[in-house]
């Protein structure tokens, strides 16, 4: 789902993002999930993955 309110989170760079400052993401705590957003464009709005998605996602992006 793609939200373009986030006045109420608070994201933080995430520790995947390249210590470079490019290809930054930014990620945010939700109630039952997690936000995700491109930091060089944070005002297009966020993703937004249920528990269980977020983590599929991280293991699938960290396998070899």
């Excluded at 997690?34 to 991280?58: C, M, N, Q």
């Amino acid at each position: 789902m793609v939200t373009s309110s986030t006045s109420h989170l608070h994201f933080r760079k995430s520790s995947y993002s390249s210590a470079k400052g490019q290809d930054c993401v930014e990620v945010a705590d939700l109630p039952a999930g997690t936000a995700v957003r491109d930091s060089v464009h944070p005002s297009a709005g966020h993703l937004s993955f249920p528990s269980g998605e977020w983590v599929a996602l991280l293991m699938s992006a960290t396998r070899p």
